[in-house]
């Protein structure tokens, strides 16, 4: 319970980050495309057009929360999306992943510490 309920403190799982350049030398974090793309049979998530991280073992995707493991559900919640009624999205759509980018990686690799601990819990208990 501890775990779960001190998800914030956990230490952050050991994931690498690959960052790559635009062709021109230098990144240009406006044009930064959102991707959030969960890669399961490599262990890569793609955050954005310049971002990616690899590393993730398969049992940090076999902790489900409902639908989703607990790392394709922190990728869906973070998602840019545009509300239908355009007055709604004209005056009051204002997030944008870009901003909040570095707290989902550090979110991402502390729920993989907590997925894989988890797992690590289940597999130990009788059938």
Same mark, same amino acid.
Request: glycine share 4%; aromatic share 10%; with cysteine.
């Given at each position: 319970?501890?775990? !779960?309920?001190? /998800?914030? $403190?956990?230490? #952050? ?15 240009? #974090? ?6 959030? %793309? *969960?890669?399961?049979? &490599?262990?890569?998530?793609? %955050?954005? &057009? !310049? $971002?990616?991280?690899?590393?993730? #073992? #398969?049992?940090?995707?076999? /902790?489900?929360?409902? $639908? @989703?493991? *607990?790392?394709?559900? %922190?990728?869906?919640? @973070?998602?840019?999306? *545009?509300?239908?009624?355009? &007055? ?5 759509? &204002? @997030?944008?992943? *870009?901003? @909040? ?11 993989? $510490? %907590? ?13």
């Amino acid at each position: 319970m501890d775990l !779960h309920l001190n /998800y914030e $403190t956990a230490k #952050p799982f050991g994931l690498k980050r690959v960052d790559q350049k635009d062709p021109k030398g230098f990144q240009n #974090p406006s044009g930064l495309k959102p991707r959030l %793309i *969960a890669r399961k049979e &490599t262990g890569d998530i793609e %955050i954005d &057009t !310049h $971002t990616r991280l690899s590393g993730i #073992p #398969p049992e940090a995707w076999d /902790y489900r929360l409902g $639908t @989703y493991s *607990a790392l394709e559900w %922190i990728l869906e919640r @973070y998602k840019e999306r *545009a509300p239908k009624d355009p &007055t709604i999205r004209e005056k009051f759509n &204002t @997030y944008r992943f *870009a901003d @909040y980018k570095e707290q989902v990686i550090e979110l991402l690799q502390r729920v993989c $510490t %907590i997925s894989v601990a988890t797992m690590k819990i289940i597999e130990q208990m009788p059938k």
